[in-house]
C-alpha cells in the first residue's frame, strides 16, 4: 500500500508565486524525500531530509518534517514555469532500508508564464 | 557517466507473452530497484537489489522476476504478461539513500 499521501493532488499558480505541497505517511521513517517528475520522464532527486531533522533548505526549496504529525512540507519559493512538473515524496523506513523507497501519489505542479 | 540506463523505451506485449526489461548502471551503485508507475499511484516497488547475487521482493512482486549477476545489470523478467502489468516500468540505482533513476520503459500489454 502507499506509505505517502499528498496534498493536494493538483496546484496551479502563477509564476512568482510559491508553491507549497505535504506529504503525510504511516509508519516511523529513516528519512523522507522529495523527487520531481517531468512529463514522460524518470524521476530526479531534489532534496533528502532525516527524521532528526526538522527543516532543510537547498536552493529555491525547503523541507519540513514534523515526526509527530507524520507529515512533510515542500515549499517552492518564487516559482517558474520550468518549475511545472510532478513531485512525490517518498520514504525510507529505519534500518537498512537503501534501494526501498516507498512514495506517495504525486503533486502536478502547473506554474502559468 | 550513462547513469541508469533501460531498454526498451516502449514494448507492446500479447497476453501470455514472455520479455525481460533491461536496466544497467554504471556509477558501481550497490543497490538497484525495479518499480512500477501507474495513473495516480505512484511508484510502487517491485524487486530490489542490494548487491550482486542479493534480490529480493517489494510491495507488488507477483508475474515478476529478477537476478543480479553483475553490479551493473538488474533486468526484469515478465514471465507471462498480463493487462495488469500495462505501466511504466523504472529502473533505479543507489549509494546510500538517494535513488538515480532512469528514463523508463512504457509496457502495454493487450
Known amino acids: 500500500s502507499q506509505q505517502g499521501e499528498e496534498d493536494p493532488q493538483a496546484l496551479s499558480i502563477q509564476e512568482g508565486e510559491n508553491a507549497t505541497m505535504n506529504c503525510s505517511y504511516k509508519?516511523?521513517?529513516?528519512?523522507l524525500q522529495w523527487y520531481r517528475q517531468n512529463s514522460g520522464r524518470g524521476l530526479v532527486h531534489l532534496i533528502l531530509?532525516?527524521?532528526?531533522?526538522r527543516e532543510k533548505h537547498s536552493g529555491r526549496l525547503r523541507v519540513t518534517l514534523d515526526t509527530s504529525k507524520k507529515s512533510s512540507s515542500l515549499l517552492i519559493t518564487a516559482s517558474r514555469a520550468a518549475d511545472t512538473a510532478s513531485y512525490f515524496c517518498?520514504?525510507?523506513?529505519?534500518?537498512?532500508?537503501?534501494?526501498?523507497?516507498?512514495f506517495g501519489q504525486g503533486t502536478i505542479l502547473t506554474v502559468h508564464p | 557517466n550513462a547513469g541508469v540506463t533501460q531498454t526498451p523505451k516502449f514494448q507492446v506485449l500479447k497476453t501470455g507473452q514472455s520479455m525481460t526489461l533491461q536496466c544497467a548502471q554504471d556509477?558501481?551503485?550497490?543497490?538497484m530497484s525495479w518499480y512500477r508507475q501507474d495513473p495516480g499511484m505512484g511508484l510502487r516497488l517491485i524487486h530490489y537489489?542490494?548487491?550482486?547475487?542479493?534480490?529480493d521482493q517489494g510491495e507488488v512482486p507477483n508475474g515478476y522476476n529478477v537476478s543480479r549477476s553483475t553490479t551493473e545489470d538488474f533486468p526484469l523478467r515478465l514471465l507471462s504478461a498480463a493487462p495488469s502489468q500495462t505501466s511504466v516500468y523504472f529502473c533505479?540505482?543507489?549509494?546510500?539513500?538517494?535513488?538515480?533513476f532512469g528514463p523508463g520503459t512504457r509496457l502495454t500489454v493487450l
Open positions: 556509477m558501481n551503485h550497490e543497490y
Open positions: 517518498a520514504t525510507a523506513a529505519g534500518g537498512t532500508s537503501y534501494g526501498k523507497l516507498t
Open positions: 531530509i532525516r527524521s532528526n531533522e
Open positions: 533505479a540505482s543507489s549509494r546510500e539513500d538517494e535513488q538515480f
Open positions: 537489489s542490494v548487491g550482486a547475487g542479493i534480490t
Open positions: 509508519t516511523s521513517i529513516n528519512n
